[in-house]
């Protein structure tokens, strides 16, 4: 399965919209249910509306009412795909309002890959618990 979120990734990455970085990410964010959402990352002249992939693919979701995910698969790079793309806080903060601390988050590209927790990408991470 996690091969398969990184393909997905990787499909993703094709629709990547960064005339400013050169620097293309894609996601695959598998929900509880199955079924995947992807997302790119999405530049803007002014840098502040940028959007990553990994908020892409979770606002897709949220926006259809899916709210509860087991893994996202990242993969990004300027020409090649690098093998330490990895989530901005931004996005593991969406993340931690929307999934366990045992969520997997895929890295690297589709032949290889390492499989982190969002408790090891975020180790104190501010949630509703804390409000």
């Known amino acids: 399965?996690?091969?398969?979120?990184?393909?997905?990734?990787?499909?993703?990455?094709?629709?990547?919209?960064?005339?400013?970085?050169?620097?293309?990410?894609?996601?695959?964010?598998?929900s509880k249910s199955g079924k995947i959402y992807l997302g790119c990352n999405i530049e803007n002249a002014s840098y502040t509306p940028t959007i990553c992939a990994e908020r892409t693919a979770f606002f897709k979701a949220i926006s259809e009412g899916v709210k509860e995910?087991?893994?996202?698969?990242?993969?990004?790079?300027?020409?090649?795909?690098s093998p330490s793309c990895t989530p901005c806080g931004v996005c593991?903060?969406?993340?931690v309002e929307?999934?366990?601390?045992?969520?997997?988050?895929i890295?690297?590209?589709?032949?290889?890959y390492k499989i982190y927790t969002?408790?090891?990408?975020?180790?104190?991470s501010f949630s509703q618990k804390e409000l």
């Open 118 to 124: 969002l408790k090891e990408m975020l180790p104190y």
């Open 69 to 81: 995910f087991e893994a996202i698969a990242i993969v990004g790079g300027k020409d090649t795909l």
């Open 1 to 30: 399965m996690y091969q398969k979120l990184m393909e997905q990734a990787v499909k993703a990455r094709e629709q990547s919209y960064s005339p400013y970085s050169g620097y293309k990410v894609g996601s695959a964010l598998l």
């Open 98 to 105: 929307f999934c366990s601390p045992d969520f997997k988050i």
């Open 92 to 95: 593991r903060q969406v993340m």
């Open 107 to 112: 890295l690297g590209t589709p032949d290889d």
